[in-house]
Structure formats: C-alpha cells, structure tokens
C-alpha cells in the first residue's frame, strides 16, 4: 500500500513551515521537507513506507545527492542521544533554550524542532535577515538570555566567520553556553580567534543519512586546542576502513528512496554505512576522537553544502543543448573562498569562429541560468578559453 508524501516548500526557517511539520507529524504523515527553490526532476507523490517520517534531500556524504527517508524513531534517537550528552557536561534539559539559524531542509535546522520537544524546552527561529543585522540579533538575544540557563545554537563554517568579523557578533557567540558547527571543517585562524574570545565551540560530524551528528567535541575540549569533531556519542559505533573512509554503524541511520516502490538501506548487511569521507580515530586519555580529514570523491563544500560537480556538469548540458549555445566544452573547478571556503568557477571553451557578441550573449545566457540555483552551487567565475590563453571575459558576484 503507497502512502501519500505531503510537500512543504521552505525558504529558510520560517514560523508557519515549522508549524505546518509539526501538524502533519502529529497526523502521522510523511513530509517531504524541502528548499522551495531546489528543481526535483521527479517529484513522488507516495511511497510504500509508513509515517510519521521525513524526507530530506542529502548534502552527500554517501557520494552523490540522494532523498533520505527517516521515520520519526530516528529523530527521537537524535535528539535524545545529544540531550544526554548535554546532561552530561551538566546541562539542564528544561532550562535550555535553542536558537536555531539554519534551513528546515537541512537536518541541522530541522533538528532543533524534536530536540526542543524532547527535551522539553524553547526553541526559537532566528531569520537570516536578522543574523546579518548583529547589533539587533545581539539585544533580541539577551533578552531571552535573562530567563534561561543554557543558551545553545548550530552554525555552519560562513555564519561563524562573517558573526567573528564584527563586534557585535563576536559579543552574540560568547551569549552561548553551546554551538554546535558542522557542515565543514573551520579553519585554524577561525578555531584560534575562537579559542581567544572564549567562544564556546562544539565541533560536530554528522550527515542527514545519520539524522545529524554522531561525534561531538565538548566546548572545554575545544578551548583547550583539541583539533577533532569530538567523541563517537553512544548510540554511535565509527571504524576506518582500509581506503581510509568512515564507516558508521548506528539504529538512526535512514534508507534511501530509489522510487515510489523500492526504497534501499545505506547499511550494508552487517549494519554499517560508508561515507564518501576521509578520517582518522585518535585516542586521548580513554576517550576516542574522530578527525574529519577531506572528502575521497570529487565534491566538495561550500558554505557548509556539499557541491557536486558532476550534478552541475549535467545541469550545464542539458541546458547548452536546449538553447543551443556555442560552447565546444566546458570544465567545473573549485576556487578558493575565504567566506565560503570554496566557490565553483566554470572554464568555458566557444566553438570557433564565435564572435565576442554571442560569446556575452552566451555567458548571459548562463549567468541567467544559474541565478535559481541553490547559493553554494552558483558560479563566482566565468571564464573563457581562447586557443593561446585563458581570459576572464566576465566575473559575476553573486549576493552572499
């Protein structure tokens, strides 16, 4: 029997997307989470599995993006599993409030939700308009400060650096008793000028396959200069296999959706999952630490999203041939990005004979194109490849 999936387009974290998940898991539907902006070239309408659950596009630890399906048991498991471990270091459940910056389409912004509800706190939604506007997010924050114990939020590597650049949001971090960081390592400048302020870091590795993260690093650790994504938590079992990929063995990891009729676990028969990413496991004292060291495949991150260069190689053709643009071939390549940490840049070489008219008649063409696309995924530079040189005929900035 097919189960019908209910779509809820979000922009980022907004009141009514959180209320309108809320109402449907309560109805023990299935909710297909997603950004309104991303193009599904098949969208399902039902599925043979049961809710309440989740779906939820992958950022791609497992290689390549994929629709990741979660019934509701394994989002409980998370939340329950870092309340613990908050409990741990001393946390009060109840008196914790969470502040959540992050897109409900990404398991770090949909979290908070059932986090907030099974440890029975506050949660509240912070606009990425008034993140951008630090001497407001500062005030609105203290106010909330006054009645709570903890204070805890996630970022993702950009938020953290453009908050660090200026005053007020260097004085918003240190409001923190937790924050929570992943989607991308951050880098030894930014782990140092944490370290100075006293900004209280938890550096964390996960993925949507595993309903969020399956190591943490707690914040003492962290100021005292530990380089890791912290210790494997305890519903949690980690190894290295022989090519030096994380492998992640845990009852929260989800399946994959195939189809409307087969859906395939991301566990092997022995129960583990392997990632597309390199680590190592370091023992300190007793404990065992994961290092996230790089990625084995070709994608890499961007602002805290994986980038697949292979999707917008395939996205590119489709759309060269349809309009019939005078480009030979084309090549995807990675540039580096203080904010970012990587942007895409695009290599173009125009068959010959193509005059400069229709070489920016194409590139508009292009650049046209890509402003729907998802920010991580946007190309910072277009540049064009004559026979005897490499020119950048046009640079287009993107709004960050």
């Not at 097919?2 to 109805?27: A, C, F, G, L, M």
């Not at 500062?138 to 709570?148: A, D, R, V, Y």
Request: hydrophobic share 35%; net charge positive; with cysteine.
């Amino acid at each position: 029997m097919k189960n019908k999936i209910h779509t809820i387009e979000v922009e980022n974290n907004e009141t009514q997307s959180v209320e309108k998940i809320i109402e449907k898991i309560r109805d023990n539907k299935i909710i297909y989470v997603k950004n309104k902006f991303y193009e599904d070239k098949d969208v399902l309408d039902s599925i043979t599995e049961n809710g309440p659950a989740i779906i939820l596009n992958s950022s791609g630890s497992s290689g390549k993006p994929r629709q990741c399906f979660h019934h509701l048991n394994n989002l409980k498991l998370s939340a329950t599993t870092s309340g613990q471990w908050l409990i741990e270091q001393g946390f009060e459940l109840q008196n914790c409030l969470i502040l959540n910056t992050l897109p409900l389409n990404h398991i770090s912004g949909l979290m908070p939700i059932f986090r907030s509800q099974i440890w029975g706190c506050d949660c509240i939604n912070i606009s990425p308009n008034l993140i951008k506007k630090t001497r407001e997010l500062l005030l609105f924050t203290i106010k909330f400060k006054k009645n709570k114990k903890h204070l805890i939020t996630s970022l993702v590597p950009t938020q953290l650096q453009r908050l660090l650049a200026q005053k007020d949001g260097i004085s918003w971090l240190k409001i923190f008793d937790l924050i929570w960081v992943g989607g991308a390592s951050i880098s030894d400048e930014t782990a140092e000028q944490c370290i100075k302020e006293k900004i209280k870091l938890a550096p964390c590795y996960g993925a949507t396959e595993t309903a969020a993260m399956v190591t943490s690093l707690k914040p003492k650790e962290f100021l005292m200069g530990f380089k890791n994504v912290g210790e494997i938590l305890p519903d949690t079992k980690i190894r290295i296999n022989a090519q030096g990929l994380i492998e992640i063995k845990s009852a929260r990891i989800g399946i994959e959706i195939i189809d409307s009729l087969k859906t395939e676990n991301f566990k092997n028969k022995n129960g583990w999952w392997q990632t597309s990413d390199l680590g190592e496991i370091k023992q300190i004292n007793n404990s065992y630490y994961l290092k996230f060291v790089g990625r084995s495949d070709n994608a890499f991150n961007s602002g805290g999203e994986v980038v697949f260069p292979e999707v917008i190689e395939s996205r590119l053709n489709d759309f060269i041939m349809k309009e019939n643009i005078p480009i030979n071939k084309f090549n995807i390549a990675k540039v580096s990005n203080k904010l970012w940490g990587n942007k895409i840049k695009v290599i173009v070489e125009f068959r010959e004979l193509t005059n400069d008219k229709n070489i920016e008649i194409s590139l508009n063409l292009l650049k046209n194109f890509s402003q729907s696309w998802p920010k991580h995924e946007k190309p910072e530079k277009w540049i064009v490849k004559n026979k005897n040189s490499i020119t950048e005929k046009i640079n287009y900035k993107f709004k960050k």
